[in-house]
């Protein structure tokens, strides 16, 4: 029995993690449905990219590229293409991977089989769920003749395509956001 046990107990420890949700990886960007997405989100199509740095960068580029004094820095920031008058908003969404710990149900039972056994049972204990972030930067974007500027039916998707694309490409080169200000 305790042959079997051991056998038992080296197959789970080397498996002992099992993914309940992996979090998507986007290799450039994507654009799709906020709502598809991640449920809080918009109906509106998104630009959606991994974002590597931490908690606020974005926020911070945001703020000091478009000069808002910490105003309405989430919300309808207004930009220029090709002289037509857009605004953006943007999420910062985490979607964590989550996986179930095999491991410390095993330690449990071993414990509890050393211990001569006081009669609990080890699997009413809650295994422990392991959480690790991914973190994302959702856009949309709109304008006063479009609710929805990123739609594949949208007359204007092209040129704010190649905007997102571009502030994406700068926001992730960039340090010091104070070099924003002196690039415009």
Known sequence: MRRILLIVSVFFLSYSCIPLRIAPKIEDHKITRGKKFKRSLSKRQMFIFEDPKDDGHFYDYINIKFKLDHDNVYDDIPFMVDGEQYFFAWYEVEIPDKTLDLASILINVGMNELMGGDGEDPFLDTPEVVRKGNWYLALEVYSDTE????????????????????????????????EVVFKN
């Open 147 to 178: 609710k929805d500027c990123l739609a594949d039916n949208s007359l204007s998707r092209n040129v704010v395509l190649e905007y997102l694309r571009a502030l994406k490409k700068e926001y992730l080169a960039t340090h010091n956001y104070n």
